[in-house]
């Protein structure tokens, strides 16, 4: 009778040919692990309702958790492949079968990639936008040469989203082979990293470039994909949404209409794609004392605020497509050392009177104004749902910056 001796365990921390050391599987099932959290965290999160301040900031933190949990992937994606880089590759067990482990070295290699450009994208995309979902750690939200942009913001947000897809495919792959090792072939591929079975010398170990360089092909497409799917710059047209009716003798060249806003504690900046000005102005006082005449005309729903621009384009807020327009009218007039737009504020069904200071500076036909003021978004009956600061401040600063020419 022969007695069948049981397959070696490996209980080293580094890898042969034939099996993997323990520090190797610990990388692997962590990320087991933390890929289907961060993945439920983010589905969960994106599907909750935020129409209340207990709910929003229920999807905040949720938001929070994902981001979380995919930076920390990216750090312990980087250090397996790091570990992995100056470890033995252990062989296939049926090194015949080249399709099949052509296929499984494609994946793995998907596999891999996957693990660090999915989070990295996911970070770069937080990075870039006015995000009210920190991630929860103390070295900052930003990264080196990504500036805040909500148009890269928007395509990077889909270039996460389309990798994910490939992460999600191969994983499912991947499972899809081991159940074929555990249940057809009935080899230890599933033990070898389960509990580190060594079944003795094997041929073929080591890695191959062709299943490498198909991965880099399908990355290639995916990245073809997700600039394709890809949301353009806004860019407002001549006349646009925004339409003012006073006359004009000058002519804004460039400007920036921008919104700031308290959400759960931070502040989240965002700008208006389509206002127009209409400016009649003087530097010699009229009869009335006044410098001349100013018409701001505002398309609401051309308003990008971070990762909450749906939100505060909605019904609870500026609801856009109920009150598409908002309109400030006022006379100029001089303020002491700087000047004041004294008028009033049609927003969202509701005129209000406002007084904006602001600065100008005149040179050959040129003006260059800055100016700004805070309003109160209970004043229009904005966020009601949000009764109290915890989550969306009342204040709003508006700033306003321009350089406008005069008409000949």
């Known amino acids: 009778m022969t007695v069948q001796t049981p397959?070696?365990?490996?209980?080293?921390?580094?890898?042969?040919?034939?099996?993997?050391?323990?520090?190797?599987?610990?990388?692997?099932?962590?990320?087991?692990?933390?890929?289907?959290?961060?993945?439920?965290?983010?589905?969960?999160?994106?599907?909750?309702?935020?129409?209340?301040?207990?709910?929003?900031?229920?999807?905040?933190?949720?938001?929070?958790?994902?981001?979380?949990?995919?930076?920390?992937?990216?750090?312990?994606?980087?250090?397996?492949?790091?570990?992995?880089?100056?470890?033995?590759?252990?062989?296939?067990?049926?090194?015949?079968?080249?399709?099949?482990?052509?296929?499984?070295?494609?994946?793995?290699?998907?596999?891999?990639?996957?693990?660090?450009?999915?989070?990295?994208?996911?970070?770069?995309?937080?990075?870039?936008?006015?995000?009210?979902?920190?991630?929860?750690?103390?070295?900052?939200?930003?990264?080196?040469?990504?500036?805040?942009?909500?148009?890269?913001?928007?395509?990077?947000?889909?270039?996460?989203?389309?990798?994910?897809?490939?992460?999600?495919?191969?994983?499912?792959?991947?499972?899809?082979?081991?159940?074929?090792?555990?249940?057809?072939?009935?080899?230890?591929?599933?033990?070898?990293?389960?509990?580190?079975?060594?079944?003795?010398?094997?041929?073929?170990?080591?890695?191959?470039?062709?299943?490498?360089?198909g991965a880099v092909v399908i990355w290639a497409m995916a990245l073809g994909v997700g600039l394709w799917l890809s949301p353009h710059p806004a860019t407002a047209s001549a006349t646009g949404v925004a339409s003012v009716s006073a006359p004009s003798d000058w002519t804004v060249e460039e400007g920036t209409l921008?919104?700031?806003?308290?959400?759960?504690?931070?502040?989240?900046?965002?700008?208006?794609?389509?206002?127009?000005?209409?400016?009649?102005?003087?530097?010699?006082?009229?009869?009335?004392g006044s410098l001349g005449t100013v018409e701001v005309a505002v398309a609401t729903g051309s308003l990008t605020l971070g990762s909450v621009s749906d939100q505060a384009t909605g019904a609870d807020f500026l609801a856009s497509e109920a009150f598409p327009q908002a309109v400030f009218e006022a006379v100029l007039l001089p303020g002491g050392e700087n000047y004041v737009a004294e008028g009033t504020l049609s927003l969202r069904g509701v005129e209000v009177p406002l007084s904006l200071p602001f600065t100008l500076t005149l040179d050959e036909g040129r003006a260059t104004m800055s100016g700004g003021v805070t309003l109160d978004r209970r004043t229009f009956a904005m966020g009601e749902t949000y009764p109290d600061e915890s989550s969306v401040g009342f204040a709003v600063e508006v700033s306003v910056d321009l350089v406008a020419r005069r008409d000949e």
Do not use: C
């Open 7 to 213: 397959p070696a365990r490996r209980t080293a921390a580094t890898n042969t040919t034939s099996a993997y050391g323990w520090v190797e599987r610990g990388f692997h099932w962590a990320i087991a692990l933390l890929i289907p959290t961060a993945i439920a965290l983010g589905v969960i999160a994106h599907d909750m309702a935020f129409d209340t301040d207990a709910a929003l900031a229920r999807k905040a933190m949720l938001f929070s958790l994902h981001k979380t949990v995919g930076v920390t992937i990216f750090f312990v994606a980087l250090a397996r492949i790091l570990w992995a880089a100056s470890q033995p590759r252990p062989a296939a067990l049926h090194p015949e079968r080249r399709a099949e482990t052509a296929l499984a070295s494609l994946v793995h290699w998907l596999l891999y990639g996957s693990l660090v450009l999915v989070p990295l994208l996911g970070w770069a995309h937080h990075a870039t936008s006015e995000g009210f979902a920190p991630i929860l750690w103390p070295f900052g939200q930003s990264l080196p040469f990504l500036p805040k942009d909500a148009d890269l913001s928007a395509t990077l947000a889909t270039l996460h989203m389309v990798f994910e897809r490939v992460m999600v495919a191969a994983l499912l792959l991947h499972i899809v082979g081991t159940i074929k090792h555990s249940w057809v072939d009935r080899d230890s591929t599933f033990q070898r990293m389960w509990r580190g079975v060594d079944p003795g010398p094997l041929t073929g170990a080591g890695r191959h470039l062709a299943p490498l360089a």
């Open 258 to 288: 921008a919104i700031t806003v308290q959400q759960l504690g931070s502040a989240v900046t965002g700008t208006f794609a389509d206002w127009q000005a209409a400016i009649a102005f003087d530097e010699a006082p009229r009869a009335d």
